[in-house]
């Protein structure tokens, strides 16, 4: 993640709320300056990457960054999860 954050590439920084500083002072400080978005817990970034907990995490894909924060900042009753949701064309997204 710090290799991608230092030649520019770092799109999104995820960060468990519970993350300790250690973990957020091995970061580069390019990695430290990218958009961040603070997430519930070490554990539930984990199960959402397939691993028991993950501290920090980096995207690098711009498309999926964009996804990942409009989700997040979508208004609450604009839940999207549930994947069953069609745009007017009748395609799924």
Request: hydrophobic letters at 45%.
């Amino acid at each position: 993640m710090d290799s991608a954050a230092r030649r520019g590439r770092l799109a999104l920084l995820l960060v468990a709320a519970d993350a300790s500083r250690h973990a957020l002072g091995r970061l580069a400080p390019e990695a430290r300056a990218a958009t961040r978005l603070t997430v519930a817990s070490r554990e539930a970034l984990g199960r959402a990457l397939g691993r028991r907990t993950v501290a920090v995490a980096g995207v690098t894909d711009v498309a999926l960054a964009a996804r990942i924060l409009e989700r997040e900042l979508a208004p609450a009753g604009d839940d999207e999860s549930s994947g069953s949701r069609q745009d007017p064309e009748g395609q799924v997204p």
